[in-house]
C-alpha cells in the first residue's frame, strides 16, 4: 500500500462521525490525535497496513446499566452507569470514575481515547479507560452517595479487576466515593485487592496521589520554560477550578515561586491581585474539600474580585495559564484575549479543556501549549504507581514518591520533544500536541502490532 491510501484527516474523521452520531467531545478528541497523528502513519505505512487508528477509534468495550438506588426520602432513583474500555494493549484499562449530570457515552468514550494515549505516555503498562455515571453527588448526604455507590459497583464489579481494569477518581468522585465502591467491591467478591486507585492510606492508597495532577501539571509547565531558558519565578498564574487539580497547581506554583491570582468553580471566578497565598489556599481547601462551598466565599473573606454568571478567569491577565475545570472552557476568543495579554504557556490540568479552534490560535501565535494527555498525567503515573505497591503489598515512601512522579513528567516532556520538535525552529518551539499524540500513539500502536489483529 502507498502514503496515497492513507486517508485526509477530512476522510478519516468523517468515518468516525458517522459511527457515532451526537458524540462531539468524542469527535474532537479524536479528530486532534488523528490530526498529528496521520503524516507519521504516511511515514511508516505498518501503521496504515493494520488499521491501527482506525481501532484505537473504536472502544474495545461500552458497558451501559442501570443503577437504581433509594434517597433517604425512601425514594427509588434510576440513574445511568457506563464504563469504556478503549484499549489494553499495553496493560490493563485504566481510567477515572465520573459522577456528573453531563455524563453520557460520548463524553466518557472521548475520555476513554484520550486515557489511551496519557497512559502510553507515563511509561507505565496501562491501558485506557473511563467510566462513570449521569448521577450528581452535589446536595446529597453521605448515606444517599454510600447507597448510590454500592448499587454502582453492584454492577461495575463484573467488568473490573486488579488485571482487568482499575479505576479511580475524577470529577465527582473523590476518596468518599472510592471508599464506598471499594467495599462493595470486597464485600461482593470477598477479595482484598488493588482494583481501584485513589484509596485512603489507611486501605492501601498512595502517598501524593491527592497532590499528583496538579503537582504534575506545574512540573510540565516548569519543564517547558525551561527547556526556552525560564523558570516559574516571578510569573503570574492564571488558574481554573477550585477542585483537586487546581488547588495543588496553585500549591506547586507557590513552591516554585510563582504567583496565582485566579480560581474559579461553575458559578464564576475570585481575582485576587495580590496573589493566592498558602494560607488563603487552605482556606479554599477546607471551603470546597469538606464544606463543599462555593468560590465566591474566596472573595467575600479576602477582599478579592468576583466576576459571576459563570464567568471563567482568561480575560486576567497572565503569562501562565492552568485551565483545571473541565472540557472546553477555553474557547478561541479567550485564547485571543489570552495572547493578547501575553501568555507564554498553557498546561491544562483537566481533560480537553481548550476548543480545537483555540489551541490552534496559540500554536499561530508560538505559545507553549501541553494537552491534557501530557500536562495532567501525574494524576494515572501515581495511580500506575499505587497499582504496583498494591501488588507488592507495599507502600513507598513519600519522598520516592515525589521523586518518581517527577521523573515521570521530565520522561513525558522528553518524548514530547522528541517527536514534536519543530525543524529549523530557531527559538526552540516544541509542538507538545503533535509531540504528546504520535508519542503515545507509537507506544500503543507498536504494542498493538505484535499482539496481531485483535
Known sequence: MGREQVPSLEEFVDGVDKRNPGQPEFIQAVKEVAASVLDHVRDNLKYHDHQILERMAEPDRVVSFRV???????????NRGYRIQNNNAIGPYKGGIRFHPSVNQGILKFLAFE???KNALTGLPM???????????????????MRFCQSFMTELYRHVGEDVDVPAGDIGVGGREIGYMFGQYKRITNRYVGVLTGKGLEYGGSP?????????????????????????????AIVS??????????????????????LSDSDGFIYDKDGITQEKLEFVKELKNKRRGRIEEYATKFGAQYHGNAARPWVIPGTLAFPCATQNEVSADDAKTMIANGVLAV??????????????????????FAPGKAANAGGVGVSGLEMSQNSARITWKEEELQKLLRDIMGNIHDRCVRYGGVAGSGDKYV??????????????ADAMIAQGVV
Open 431 to 444: 509542538d507538545y500536541v503533535k509531540g504528546a499524540n504520535i508519542g503515545g500513539f507509537v507506544k500503543v
Open 347 to 368: 498546561a491544562e490540568g483537566a481533560n480537553m479543556p481548550t476548543e480545537l479552534d483555540a489551541v490552534h490560535l496559540f500554536q499561530e501565535a508560538r505559545v507553549m
Open 68 to 78: 437504581c438506588w433509594q434517597d433517604d426520602a425512601g425514594h427509588v432513583r434510576v
Open 115 to 117: 486515557q489511551t494515549f
Open 241 to 262: 477550578g477550585s477542585g483537586n487539580v487546581a488547588q495543588h497547581a496553585v500549591e506547586k506554583l507557590l513552591h516554585l515561586g510563582a504567583k496565582p491570582v485566579t
Open 208 to 236: 501524593i496521589r491527592t497532590e499528583a495532577t496538579g503537582y504534575g501539571a506545574v512540573y510540565f509547565m516548569q519543564d517547558m520554560l525551561k527547556h526556552v531558558g525560564k523558570t516559574p519565578d516571578g510569573h503570574i
Open 127 to 145: 491501558g485506557g479507560g473511563k467510566g462513570g455515571s449521569n448521577f450528581n453527588p452535589k446536595g446529597k448526604s453521605d448515606n444517599e452517595i
